[in-house]
């Protein structure tokens, strides 16, 4: 979150985390992952013009295949609600509102309101490092029923857009809104406007949307103005490819922080466009059998799927919501 001082944060959870289960395995993972870097550096020096000419001629056929493949004719919409758990919290007991809030306990923080997030506190780390980072932290114990009482109206607003709409949890669903613009003759910039409203409506809560020619780029999307915004992509390549071209690898689906520290300190890549410009060098080094099976069998079977997540392909196939 902007405004936050990461390296204070960094600081205060090495501290508050030594001596911990938690402190040494991050120390594990750490060292294993040196090692890596290590073992990627000194293959990569390996390479010979002629491997990198080879691989160069490989990436460029992938990539040619799933240019060739490209839809830009659906219209998909991500909506995410804010801070949720948080959010319900602060709706059920309006004395909340404005205090730095985590939903969860002294072990585990489940969300943080924005207000704490301001802080660095954030899902997924101890609530007694929360506490560190934010002294008058307020925590309350999670109420997945309610959750799920508020999530269950929201879902039936995004049945009106779309029936088959693809909810991956309770807060976040992917919608195709193809066929509403097209029914209505609107845009997906007022379906997305249209949609947040009728969710405040029905709800009191607010969400943020994206809106893209797929559900990869829409997700991205959908976090730009968060909270309570959107971002439109228009349905054309160029638009596409220049988005897509300055976005941080971290954006990429499987790509996490030991994946990103990784390219990062071997190939020298941040960006997507980065990533299409060394591709030779992740087919090298990450393509199977050319590594060997001990150095990272997520990246040998990854580097067809970070290829097309970077040229964000569109997928016709897509599950039904669950309710």
């Known amino acids: 979150m902007e405004g936050v001082d990461k390296e204070k944060v960094q600081k205060v959870i090495y501290e508050m985390s030594k001596g911990s289960k938690y402190f040494e395995n991050e120390q594990k993972k750490e060292t294993i992952t040196k090692l890596k870097i290590e073992h990627l550096r000194a293959q990569c020096a390996k390479l010979t013009d ?78 007694f490092i929360g506490c560190k980072l934010c002294p008058d932290l307020v925590f309350v114990r999670p109420n997945f029923e309610r959750y799920s ?15 088959n709409f693809f909810a991956t949890s309770l807060d976040e669903a992917y919608l195709d809104i193809t066929e509403v613009c097209i029914e209505r003759g609107i845009t997906g910039e007022e379906v997305a406007s249209e949609l947040r409203d009728a969710v405040h409506q029905e709800t009191g809560l607010t969400c943020s949307a994206g809106v893209a020619p797929n559900r990869m780029i829409a997700k991205v999307c959908s976090d730009i103005n968060k909270p309570n915004g959107q971002f439109i992509l228009p349905n054309d390549r160029d638009a596409v490819t220049t988005f897509v071209s300055t976005l941080p690898i971290r954006k990429i689906g499987g790509i996490g922080k030991v994946t990103e520290q990784m390219l990062h300190q071997v190939l020298s890549i941040s960006t997507c466009q980065e990533m299409l410009q060394k591709a030779a060098f992740l087919c090298a080094l990450f393509s199977e059998g050319s590594t060997g099976p001990n150095v990272n069998y997520t990246f040998n079977c990854s ?18 919501s669950r309710f």
């Open 149 to 163: 009482h508020y999530s269950g109206l929201a879902r039936k607003v995004f049945q009106r857009y779309d029936p």
């Open 303 to 320: 580097i067809s799927s970070f290829q097309e997540a970077i040229l964000y392909l569109s997928r016709s196939r897509y599950q039904k």
């Open 50 to 127: 002629n491997d990198i000419s080879h691989f160069q001629k490989v990436a460029e056929k992938k990539i040619l295949e799933l240019e060739a493949s490209r839809d830009l004719s659906k219209i998909w919409l991500h909506t995410d609600m804010d801070a949720f758990y948080a959010a319900v919290e602060t709706l059920e007991n309006p004395s909340l509102k404005g205090k730095p809030l985590a939903v969860g306990s002294m072990s585990m923080i489940a969300t943080a309101s924005y207000e704490a997030r301001k802080f660095g506190v954030r899902a997924a780390m101890p609530g």
